[in-house]
């Protein structure tokens, strides 16, 4: 975009809006490149992540696809039946 091409955009903005409204056009998009930037600016190590623990892993039955039981499961079915 060349230089004429600017001064068209900034004429033609002057016009819809009105030389009144440009200082807080230019203020608030000021505070949001300023916000945008502090926001992408957070590093991982701002936010904790805890990692999830309390769900237990399980195998799955390749033929049918549904969670094999776990041992404390067979025991206790076991004991269910005696």
Known sequence: MGPLEIILIIVV???VFGASK???LGKGL????KEFKR???KTD?????RP???VSSRQIDPVTGAP????RE????????A
Do not use: H, K, W, Y
């Open 30 to 33: 000021g505070q949001g490149i």
């Open 68 to 71: 094999m039981p776990t041992e």
């Open 39 to 41: 926001e992408t600016a």
């Open 13 to 15: 903005i002057a016009l």
């Open 52 to 54: 999830i623990t309390d």
């Open 74 to 81: 067979r025991e206790s079915a076991g004991n269910r039946r």
């Open 45 to 49: 190590a701002d936010e904790v992540v």
């Open 22 to 24: 440009l200082p807080q």
